[in-house]
């Protein structure tokens, strides 16, 4: 697991002459409290952030929900015949 900085330059300097050339004389760095994972597969690298919010959790627990009831009813309709549950077919 990683932590990932970041950092925010600021205060630019003009050190050109005749060209405007730009430099940052600040920089502020911060490590996020954040945990991410680096996954590293097939050449390509991505970071997931591992951490549920309520959001989540909620379409989460309405899946759940929902493939319960399927499976649930997919079950009693095999042994009691057409349930309440599913769907009734022709």
């Known amino acids: 697991m990683e932590k990932i900085t970041s ?41 997931i952030f591992k951490v549920w919010d309520y959001g989540t959790l909620f379409i989460a627990f309405l899946l759940l929900i929902v493939i319960l009831w399927k499976i649930t009813g997919s079950i009693l309709n095999f042994y009691f015949g057409n349930f309440v549950f599913t769907e009734k077919k022709k």
């Open 7 to 47: 950092c925010e330059f600021s205060e630019p300097v003009n050190i050109g002459q005749e060209i405007e050339d730009f430099e940052f004389s600040k920089v502020v760095c911060s490590t996020t409290d954040h945990t991410f994972e680096l996954i590293e597969q097939g050449g390509k690298s991505f970071y």
